[in-house]
């Protein structure tokens, strides 16, 4: 029950705070610009847009949300409140999945997917990972600068392999599945030939980052203010 709430807390904080109409905007410039493409370059346009903007905006967003309950103590509160570690790590990526899952369906119909169910769960495994990339570095910055400059190592392995993997660079190799961006293109597609591959890259690497988030969470925890509580 409190791990419902955390993410019902997460999900009315990101209302206050615009993200659902930035969510909008982009949304809107996409499909402006799907619209002057057609067959299938439009197609491969839309699956690198699925990608990369819904399911990767919460490692984006991620920071500027971090940095705000920062701002405002929320998280000193947190630090000394029955929210667990795991439950800040879940409220923030599950919110953030969720609102990924509905932009990257309304962009897949843009182009297309054999499967929209398979669409929608790479999207909603794919913004957990990102999630928890943000809030890997999000716990370690002071401003929106330093998150920038730490997100950019995520950014550059998670996008170019996968771009060019979407255009055709190694499709039918099952080795490249160990990236969770192209295990997600699979999944955005809809193939069921790689299915299973790609749903363990993307769970193996949840779970890898999951560990490693909650450490990173634990000790804000404890550094709350800048001192050791």
């Not at 950014?155 to 099952?174: H, N």
């Amino acid at each position: 029950m409190r791990k419902i709430s955390v993410i019902k807390g997460d999900i009315v904080f990101q209302w206050k705070y615009g993200f659902y109409f930035l969510y909008a905007l982009v949304l809107l410039v996409y499909m402006i610009i799907f619209s002057f493409f057609e067959g299938n370059v439009r197609n491969i346009i839309v699956s690198c847009c699925v990608y990369s903007d819904p399911a990767a905006m919460g490692m984006f967003f991620m920071g500027a949300l971090i940095l705000l309950e920062k701002s405002q103590h929320i998280t000193a509160s947190l630090a000394i409140s029955p929210v667990t570690p795991e439950d800040y790590i879940l409220g923030k990526s599950v919110s953030f999945a969720i609102i990924s899952v509905i932009v990257g369906v309304l962009l897949i119909v843009q182009g297309h997917t054999d499967s929209i169910l398979l669409c929608m769960t790479g999207v909603f495994l794919s913004s957990v990972i990102f999630s928890l990339c943000g809030v890997i570095v999000g716990t370690k910055v002071s401003n929106l600068n330093q998150y920038i400059i730490g997100t950019l190592p995520f950014e550059l392995i998670g996008f170019a392999p996968v771009i060019a993997y979407r255009i055709g660079f190694m499709w039918d190799e099952p080795l490249m599945l160990i990236h969770p961006g192209c295990a997600t293109m699979q999944l955005v597609e809809g193939r069921t030939d790689m299915l299973a591959g790609s749903l363990v890259s993307l769970l193996v690497w949840i779970v890898i980052l999951f560990i490693i988030a909650d450490k990173c969470v634990r000790k804000m925890y404890r550094l709350v203010g800048g001192v050791k509580l």
